[in-house]
């Protein structure tokens, strides 16, 4: 069997942030929540062990590339997923993105495809 893979999601929005928490969970992943900068940053800086991070469109522009260019030096491999709302595109570095009202079949699919095994 498989690890279990670790997701850190971030959001500003509690409501969201705990239906994909949900939602996530059902498909098998361990998550773990921010809704803040220096929540994000503290996951990020005291564990190696996720597999992706998913970044809510509810995070500030400003936040979204302070967190992701964080994650970056801290594990440069390590996937960032944004879910945007189709009126706020990030200049953050992100490794993906897929649009909020998808549905989650497609959040899924994408993060299923960023956490695949790399070949090299």
């Known amino acids: 069997m498989a690890p279990q ?4 999601t971030i959001s500003r929005d509690e409501e969201l942030q705990n239906v994909r ?6 498909a098998g992943f361990h998550v773990a ?3 803040n900068d220096e929540e994000a940053i503290g996951f990020l800086e005291g564990s190696n062990s996720f597999s992706l991070v998913l970044l809510c469109h509810s995070v500030p522009e400003v936040s979204r590339r302070i967190i992701v260019i964080r994650s970056k030096e801290l594990n440069p491999k390590l996937p960032v997923l944004m879910l945007y709302n189709g009126y706020d595109p990030t200049t953050a570095p992100v490794d993906g993105s897929v649009h909020n009202l998808d549905s989650p079949d497609a959040m899924l699919e994408m ?10």
């Open 5 to 8: 893979k670790s997701i850190l």
């Open 21 to 26: 928490t949900l939602v996530l969970r059902k």
């Open 33 to 35: 929540s921010a809704c």
């Open 111 to 120: 993060i299923r495809f960023l956490t695949m095994p790399s070949s090299a």
